[in-house]
């Protein structure tokens, strides 16, 4: 049962890939600005991030979550910054980015995400530029996911942006596609992971490699870093503390160049791994 709802979801979601990537013809990929929204793998995140990732895990945690970001860069703090929340299978972000290209940016993301049988998530987002730069002031994107986690050692997903293909500089841009896989060969206290991203007309060679590992080293705290084939990699950690947590994740460029840190605080509804032990209820 597992392997053939497995397969059925395989089979549409790249059914609709195949047919999407028949239209396009002379296609450029999307390229938006970087910072505040930090990189996680699009078949491990989990939580508000999802919203920007990939929307089908809004699907898989329900739990109600908000969090701020702020980035450092350059000596100065939260000049870029943004909010996002989720909770019931939706999600909704906003991020701020100072002078980008002479203009500030100013990005809304709404996601809804719901399950679709044993282990397999499906959702959808709708990303706009308020404003920005001339090329994307105004432009608007549709998106769709895939989660399956049906084995806690295996999850897979998939991710089709740009699904209208927003004209961008007088240009149809094309599709953009990623697909992630992470799994736990080495036990509980580590997960790697694998991401491929590119455009529809761009072939394997010229797509982008992203690979990476969360580490366990104790409940409530994970440490995160990734690394792709353009030499860019990305350090972080997250601290639980109770219901609320704190986090950072620095971007670097080769010989350790810094494009930025995003420091995150939020909260969640319910009960998460925590560095703090809950006090002992008192007995009457």
Not at 127 to 146: E, Q, Y
Not at 181 to 187: E, I, L, T
Not at 199 to 204: A, D, I, Y
Not at 210 to 238: H, K, M, Q, S
Request: aromatic share 12%; glycine share 12%; net charge neutral.
């Amino acid at each position: 049962m597992r392997l053939r709802t497995f397969v059925q979801a395989g089979f549409i979601f790249l059914t609709i890939q195949l047919i999407l990537s028949q239209t396009l013809s002379g296609a450029n990929p999307v390229n938006l600005p970087t910072g505040v929204h930090y990189y996680r793998f699009a078949s491990l995140v989990d939580g508000p991030e999802a919203t920007w990732i990939n929307p089908a895990a809004l699907g898989f945690n329900r739990m109600i979550g908000a969090q701020i970001t702020g980035d450092f860069y350059d000596g100065s703090f939260a000049h870029n910054w943004g909010f996002s929340t989720a909770g019931d299978g939706v999600g909704f972000s906003y991020r701020h980015l100072d002078d980008i290209n002479g203009e500030d940016y100013k990005e809304y993301m709404l996601g809804v995400g719901l399950r679709a049988g044993y282990g397999i998530f499906i959702g959808s987002s709708y990303r706009h530029v308020k404003d920005g730069p001339d090329d994307l002031d105004g432009t608007h994107f549709w998106n769709i996911g895939l989660l399956i986690r049906q084995n806690p050692n295996l999850y897979m997903a998939a991710v089709l942006s740009n699904l209208n293909r927003e004209e961008i500089g007088g240009n149809r841009t094309d599709i953009g596609q990623l697909y992630s896989a992470s799994c736990m060969p080495f036990g509980r206290h580590i997960r790697i992971s694998a991401d491929i991203s590119l455009s529809t007309k761009q072939s394997l060679s010229d797509a982008r490699y992203i690979y990476g590992a969360e580490f366990y080293p104790a409940p409530g705290l994970t440490g995160y870093i990734n690394f792709d084939n353009d030499e860019n990699y990305e350090l972080g950690v997250r601290v639980n503390l109770n219901q609320y947590f704190v986090g950072l994740q620095s971007r670097l460029a080769t010989g350790g160049v810094h494009r930025g840190t995003s420091l995150t605080a939020g909260m969640v509804s319910g009960p998460q791994p925590s560095i703090i032990k809950p006090k002992p209820k008192k007995i009457k």
